[in-house]
T-cell receptor, first 115, second 112 residues
C-alpha cells in the first residue's frame, strides 16, 4: 500500500511568495495532521483534521498560514506571504480514528527554504 | 499527556541488541507508550506501541515495567540502517488525545 504522499519534496522560494504544500493521506484514514520541524523547536503540530473538518488549528503560527482538506484524499497547507523564518521541513501524517489506538503514519516531508 | 525522559544519545555495535530506555513516571492508566524513529532527512517512522503488556513486531520489542513508569525499546540485532533519533511518546486513546508530542529523543548511533 502507498504511504502518505507529499509534494513537492523540496521547495525554494523568495520571501513574499505564496507557497502551497500538498498531502495525500493513506486511503481509508480519516484523520490528517500537519507538523513542522525546525532545529530550534523540533516537531510541532500545526493543525489536525478529522473527517475533513479542522478540529485543532492552535498550532498554526499566524494568519499567513492556512490549511484545507476539500476531500478525504487531499489536503493543502498554504503560506502567504512566505518569510525566511518559515523555512523548515513540513510533514503530513494520517491515521484512522476509528481504531482504539490511532497510530499516525508520516509522509516523507517537504523541505521549504524561503530566501 | 505524560512527559517522557530519554538519554540524549547512545551507541550500539552492529549486530548487537540496542536497548533504548524511556522514563514516563506520570503516565496514567489509559495512556499508551509509542515509539517512533526518524532517520536523517526522512519522516518519523512508527515502530511499536503498547499499554501494559510487552509487545513484539518485526521491527522491535517493547518492554513496559509492571508499574508502567518506564519502558525499553529493544532492537534485537542493530544494523547501520538503524542509526536514527528514537522518540518515546506517551499518548492517550480518547477522542481528545490525538497529538503526538515529540521530545528530543535518543540519537542512536550503530557502529560497525
Amino acid at each position: 500500500d502507498a504511504g502518505v504522499i507529499q509534494s513537492p519534496r523540496h521547495e525554494v522560494t523568495e520571501m513574499g511568495q505564496e507557497v502551497t504544500l500538498r498531502c495525500k493521506p493513506i486511503s481509508g484514514h480519516n484523520s490528517l495532521f500537519w507538523y513542522r520541524q525546525t532545529m530550534m523547536r523540533g516537531l510541532e503540530l500545526l493543525i489536525y483534521f478529522n473527517n475533513n473538518v479542522p478540529i485543532d488549528d492552535s498550532g498554526m503560527p499566524e494568519d499567513r498560514f492556512s490549511a484545507k482538506m476539500p476531500n478525504a484524499s487531499f489536503s493543502t497547507l498554504k503560506i502567504q506571504p512566505s518569510e525566511p523564518r518559515d523555512s523548515a521541513v513540513y510533514f503530513c501524517a494520517s491515521s484512522s480514528r476509528d481504531r482504539p489506538t490511532d497510530t499516525q503514519y508520516f509522509g516523507p516531508g517537504t523541505r521549504l527554504t524561503v530566501l | 499527556d505524560a512527559k517522557t525522559t530519554q538519554p540524549p544519545s547512545m551507541d550500539c555495535a552492529e549486530g548487537r541488541a540496542a536497548n533504548l530506555p524511556c522514563n514516563h513516571s506520570t503516565i496514567s492508566g489509559n495512556e499508551y507508550v509509542y515509539w517512533y524513529r526518524q532517520i536523517h532527512s526522512q519522516g518519523p517512522q512508527y515502530i511499536i506501541h503498547g499499554l501494559k503488556n510487552n509487545e513484539t513486531n518485526e521491527m522491535a520489542s517493547l518492554i513496559i515495567t509492571e508499574d508502567r513508569k518506564s519502558s525499553t525499546l529493544i532492537l534485537p540485532h542493530a544494523t547501520l540502517r538503524d542509526t536514527a533519533v528514537y522518540y518515546c511518546i506517551v499518548k492517550g486513546s480518547g477522542a481528545g488525545s490525538y497529538q503526538l508530542t515529540f521530545g528530543k529523543g535518543t540519537k542512536l548511533s550503530v557502529i560497525p
